[in-house]
Nanobody, 116 residues
Framework: QVQVAESGGGLVQAGGSLRLSCAAS????????MGWFRQAPGKEREFVAA????????YYVDSVKGRFTISRDNAKNTMYLQMNSLKPEDTAIYYC?????????WGQGTQVTVSS
């Protein structure tokens, strides 16, 4: 059974940092592209960042470039999102996903709240 689970969310002041983790089990982790989406209250879910299977390529939405860093440790079946210089507009539920050419798995989400 495949499981994808986020952790590391919380409440932080503007300008602060958080590191989210996404642990996956029941799949061949290194065969999946991984990434993060987020959904703020009253808004649609939006893409945040993605990382290739090897970790050699990363992609970000413009609004987080230079502040967020996505990484993965294939030996630990875990992906990370280091979030620095957080802004109130980063407040959202953050979801991780794993995808290959045939399927996609999602976590349940972790709440990130940035106070001004």
């Amino acid at each position: 059974q495949v499981q994808v689970a986020e952790s590391g969310g919380g409440l932080v002041q503007a300008g602060g940092s958080l590191r989210l983790s996404c642990a996956a089990s029941g799949l061949t982790f290194g065969s999946y592209t991984m990434g993060w989406f987020r959904q703020a209250p009253g808004k649609e879910r939006e893409f945040v960042a993605a990382i290739s299977r090897s970790g050699g390529s990363t992609y970000y939405v413009d609004s987080v470039k230079g502040r967020f860093t996505i990484s993965r440790d294939n030996a630990k079946n875990t992906m990370y999102l280091q979030m620095n210089s957080l802004k109130p507009e980063d407040t959202a539920i953050y979801y991780c996903y794993a995808t290959n050419s045939m399927t996609q798995y999602w976590g349940q989400g972790t709440q990130v709240t940035v106070s001004s």
